[in-house]
């Protein structure tokens, strides 16, 4: 079991500060400790979609994100 990270993985991560590793084996690793075990499998999937659609790598769509309130990135440049 892990959470495999991708870009998208790796930047949404990074951006709601669901970890704070400079490589894709450290935000894993800091994911696994903090994702309970019944939702990593999904929680890779969740992320990548919320990556792809909603929190894009150049211009962040935060007027549409559910979690804005709760994001330390919100309305920060890429």
Known sequence: ??????????RVSRRL????GRTPDQVEAELMA???E???TRAHHWLILHGRYVCVARK????????ADLCPSRGAAA
Do not use: N, Q
Not at 1 to 10: E, G, L, N, Q, R
Not at 17 to 20: G, K, Q, R, V
Not at 60 to 67: G, H, I, N, S, V
């Open 17 to 20: 500060a669901l970890a704070s």
């Open 60 to 67: 962040p769509r935060c007027d549409a994100c559910l979690l």
């Open 34 to 36: 903090a994702v309970p």
């Open 1 to 10: 079991p892990a959470i495999a990270v991708d870009t998208h993985v790796f």
């Open 38 to 40: 019944p939702w990593r």
